[in-house]
């Protein structure tokens, strides 16, 4: 898959890393992201998405989301019951719906264009810096239930020591121990209509990055709860909507002020929502309206951010994507932790996916 991407930003003020710099406008990223993907069987019952990616920002290609697992069905209370184990290096990365933090919209943003410093544990934060070991069955086709166990494993970084920020992306710091994470799921068709509601979460405890190599000590307690909706309906023949919603909740207890400060057990919380609906024209056209925003406290953000995102885009051919992104910020603290700015955001960008699959594919979009 290979994207490339063009940004301009309304103001270059949110962008500036210190008081009165002037950065680039209209940038252009050849490549933004080149990336090889493998999805399908691998044997009787196993199978795997496994991605290889190079990125502009980082220049280098590193090993990125993973999911590898053993699928088997039963019968149980009279209806089908798929069950199986999966290994994974990003929570989330193994989940069906698009509206959780691997795969929810915006599906490609820019890398150039300043965005909230926010995100929690479970939104992003663990990605490629984890290994996950779970168990999930999905009963008569609507029930989902998953559990998961995740160790860190940072790439770059020798075994058995801490997070070391200066050749590792892993900035949350080092899980003590596992750290659990759950997915609770129901899905039901009516009629024409689909819908999916569910609920996530992760709880860990983080040593942070500044103990490097030690992996013990004192640490940060993370709560992550989320909710999230998926619905989808044929309008026609050929088109169709769908809409999704997240929601997650972050309560982090902080002991080694390495979070905003935080010790003794202080508490800090943070807020996320991402709304989008999507009108599909047939297989060769989407337009997408966003909304999002992040709140909470002083000490996980340094101001609330909100917005929208208009998308459209263009399916000439197979494997081919053209995209126009629009995002607006309403309100938006970004890299200035004393400046409110107003940020719209232009994007057009290019995708071509080359996939190699054997036995049956497993591929996402």
């Known amino acids: 898959m290979l994207q490339v991407g063009f940004t301009n930003v309304a103001s270059t003020a949110a962008l500036r890393r210190t008081a009165g710099q002037d950065i680039q406008n209209n940038n252009v990223e050849f490549p933004q992201q080149l990336s090889f993907f493998f999805a399908g069987e691998i044997s009787p019952h196993m199978g795997t998405f496994l991605r290889f990616t190079y990125s502009q ?195 982090v207890d902080g002991y080694s002020g390495a979070v905003g400060g935080l010790v003794n057990g202080e508490s800090a919380q943070g807020r996320t929502l991402r709304l989008n609906g999507t009108y599909h024209l047939g297989h060769w056209a989407t337009g997408t309206v966003a909304y999002f925003q992040k709140t909470g406290n002083s000490a996980l953000i340094t101001g609330d951010s909100r917005g929208y995102i208009l998308q459209a885009s263009y399916l000439p051919w197979e494997n081919t994507k053209f995209t126009a992104q629009y995002t607006g910020y309403t309100r938006q603290q970004h890299l200035l932790p004393a400046r409110l700015a107003d940020v719209v955001i232009t994007e057009v960008r290019v995708a071509a996916r080359l996939l190699v699959t054997r036995g049956t594919p497993v591929v996402r979009y």
């Open 57 to 251: 920002p980082n220049d280098k290609f590193r090993w990125d989301s993973t999911d590898v697992r053993y699928a088997n069905h039963t019968t149980l209370f009279g209806g089908d019951t798929i069950y199986g184990v999966t290994l994974n290096n990003n929570p989330t990365v193994q989940d069906v719906w698009n509206t959780v933090p691997a795969w929810g919209f915006p599906f490609a943003s820019s890398n150039t264009a300043g965005t909230p410093t926010y995100s929690a544990l479970l939104d992003g934060r663990l990605a490629q810096d984890v290994a996950g070991l779970g168990a999930y069955t999905l009963v008569n086709g609507h029930l989902y239930v998953e559990a998961d166990a995740y160790r860190s494993a940072h790439l770059g970084v020798p075994g058995g020591t801490g997070c070391d920020p200066s050749i590792s992306s892993c900035s949350p710091g080092t899980i003590q121990n596992f750290a659990p994470y759950w997915r609770l799921a129901w899905q039901q068709n009516f009629g024409a209509n689909y819908l999916e509601v569910g609920t996530l979460g992760l709880y860990a405890r983080l040593v942070p990055a500044a103990n490097f190599p030690a992996v013990n000590g004192v640490s940060d307690k993370y709560t992550d709860v989320g909710v999230d909706a998926q619905y989808e309906r044929p309008v026609n023949d050929s088109d169709s909507i769908s809409a999704h919603m997240l929601y997650l909740y972050e309560n």
